[in-house]
């Protein structure tokens, strides 16, 4: 995926060329301030030495408060056909999405991502309204996935959907226990998910969402690292249900991301910037987000080099530099804030960093889980979503159930 080469610049401080304000010789000395001016100065260090009272501020929500109304977000913004998001709420700059295909990909990866949302936060148990709305969204994506298709040779998109309908379909069988024929109906969509993710597959191994080389019935896609990892961590939610995932894929997947890591477990955005590792979206502060979900998807299919210090190294970092990551939520241009992070790397991240505390012993990650938590929980907006990217009218739903599946993770885990 080609990224802008520019980047905000920094602006002049007081007394620089570029602020505009006056710089006195070396040699000159401010003259005393005539009497008619010392009235003012005196009200002016009376009004800083003197604190002011402080205002009652409102306690900050707690974490069941941020899940009830994120879940009644999803509620009430559901399509009446069951599914989420749509290409409508235009700007001047779209993302690139040949219609009608990529709105397809869009649309069923969103829901994937409501749906397991609203099955890991047993959102029917503390929504009455939220079961219904989770039966009509079940059945919809059951009838609309098996359509999903890549745009055209360019664009992609259908990965996202496939990657996401694995976690989605994997929590669905386990929401279904008690129904055999329903399990046998998602294994089924499992299993074809699995094909269509050989399908796309990059003649590099792994996966990424452009390709504008060749257009070729197999992508010659530049392989993204946390593409691969994003599909890597669903192919092992899907393994959980019992469907087998196919070895020679994973290792691609996992070789492709071995190519992209760095020293210092930062990753590459793409293999097509090898030649560039410290350009700046390939710096730390970068990778903040991919970092979190490369190491993750690394360690689950058996990389004993993610290590736990490598993952809460990761995790403290994100937490002590989230502004690096932040800076770019809800820009309308992709990657054009600093070290080129783009705004919809902002909820993905978190998601990806609190399924990371998953593999820490559970005091370990009790220690990191209100720190996550509380820098989502200001971020909430009025209507109980969370955005971060201005993307046709997907980005509330993804947004929120990313914030939702990342709270739910942040719940202090009891420990032994």
């Known amino acids: 995926m080609p990224i802008p080469p520019h980047r905000p610049q920094a602006l002049g401080g007081p007394g620089s060329l570029e602020s505009g304000q006056p710089m006195l010789p070396s040699h000159a000395t401010p003259s005393v301030p005539a009497p008619s001016t010392l009235p003012i100065l005196l009200a002016f260090l009376l009004a800083i030495l003197i604190p002011p009272s402080t205002p009652a501020t409102e306690a900050a929500p707690s974490i069941d408060e941020s899940l009830d109304r994120g879940i009644a977000f999803l509620v009430t913004s559901q399509n009446p056909d069951g599914s989420w998001g749509s290409p409508h709420r235009t700007k001047d700059l779209n993302i ?120 070729a019935q197999r992508p010659a896609a530049d392989t993204l690292s946390f593409v691969s990892a994003t599909v890597l961590i669903a192919f ?51 990778s903040l987000g991919r970092s979190q979900t490369c190491n993750l998807a690394l360690r689950l299919w058996g990389d004993s080099q993610v290590t736990d210090t490598v993952v809460t190294d990761w995790l403290q970092r994100l937490i002590d530099r989230n502004d690096w990551l932040s800076f770019g939520r809800k820009r309308p241009i992709p990657h054009e804030s600093w070290f080129e992070v783009a705004g919809y790397f902002y909820y993905y991240g978190h998601y990806y960093a ?62 032994p």
């Open 96 to 215: 690139y999405a040949p219609v009608p295909g990529a709105h397809h990909a869009f649309r069923a990866a969103v829901t994937a991502l409501a749906i397991a949302a609203l099955i890991e936060t047993d959102a029917p148990a503390r929504l009455t309204e939220a079961g219904p709305v989770l039966d009509r969204a079940e059945a919809w994506f059951l009838e609309f996935l098996p359509r999903v298709r890549r745009a055209d040779a360019t664009a992609i998109y259908n990965i996202w959907t496939h990657a996401y309908a694995l976690q989605a379909l994997a929590a669905m069988h386990g929401r279904a226990a008690s129904d055999t024929f329903r399990q046998e109906r998602i294994r089924e969509l499992l299993l074809d998910q699995i094909d269509r993710l050989r399908r796309y597959e990059s003649v590099d191994g792994g996966w990424g969402y452009y390709d504008f080389r060749v257009g």
């Open 236 to 286: 092992h939610d899907a393994r959980q249900t019992g469907v087998e995932i196919p070895d020679d894929l994973v290792r691609r997947a996992v070789d492709s991301i071995h190519r992209q890591r760095k020293p210092d477990h930062s990753y590459l955005y793409g293999e097509y910037l090898k030649h560039r590792p410290m350009r700046p979206i390939n710096r730390a502060a970068g």
């Open 354 to 415: 609190a399924r990371c505390l998953e593999l820490l012993e559970p005091a370990v990650a009790n220690h990191f889980r209100p720190q996550l938590a509380a820098l989502l929980l200001d971020l909430q907006e009025k209507d109980g979503s969370w955005w971060d990217y201005p993307l046709y009218n997907y980005h509330q739903p993804y947004g929120t159930a990313f914030a939702l599946m990342t709270l739910h993770r942040c719940q202090p885990a009891p420990e």
